[in-house]
């Protein structure tokens, strides 16, 4: 059993960039019922960008952030990390 829950994230605002402050994450585009197929996305150790496949949402890494957190607020999906 994971020792974690893993953060997802969803871009129903639409907008090109959404600052994380995890490394590992689930992109799920959108709010259900309007998702795409829920991709789990890794950094690596050295990138701070990555780009979800399904979406093209930018996701950047800023530190200073919870994992679970994201800038804008509104697009950390908090039923997932419940």
Known sequence: MADHVVPHFHNDPGVPVI??????FMCVGANPPFDHPHVFLDMGAADTEIICPYCSTLYRLDATLDPHNARPA????REAAA
Do not use: K, P
């Not at 600052?19 to 590992?24: L, M, N, Y």
């Not at 509104?74 to 999906?77: I, S």
């Open 19 to 24: 600052e994380i402050g995890a490394r590992e």
């Open 74 to 77: 509104e697009c950390a999906l």
